[in-house]
């Protein structure tokens, strides 16, 4: 499914992602180290079994990033001119190896762009569930969208 033009969102609209997400154990330590993170809670098994976790913690960026991209697919694939921003990043319980992640996004703003009358905003609110239902990130992300072509 293809994202939506600025012109098809209403707030209030809701989506329930239809991709889920195994986090791998490789999705993890290459994220990791790609990203040059040393951080042994991530790529570290003794330290991370030491630490309160007792296993590897799954590094938040990669989090963050998985979420956005389960939602882009019917959220602003083809549509989009430009993210503008990511507020209110919260990530509330932490993802481990083995976890099965689901996004949802919702539509909590809408307006016209001043500078593009060909475009307007959206912000969305995604979060980030895993195999429990429990939020595990959360974000608001506003994206410049294409109007429906005339």
Partial sequence: MSGRYFD?????????HPIRRTVTETDNLLFSTMTHNPQPLH??????????????????TFTFSLMIGLSVGETTLGTLVANLGYDKLVMPKPVFIGDTMRATSDIVERRDSKSRPDAGLVTFRHELLNQRDEIV??????????????
């Fill in 8 to 16: 098809e969102w209403q707030v209030g609209d809701r989506i329930e």
């Fill in 137 to 150: 990130c959360q974000c608001l992300r506003t994206a410049l969208l294409k109007r429906r072509p005339a």
């Fill in 43 to 60: 790529i570290d098994a003794e330290a991370a079994r030491a630490s309160e976790f007792g296993q590897i913690l799954v590094n938040g």
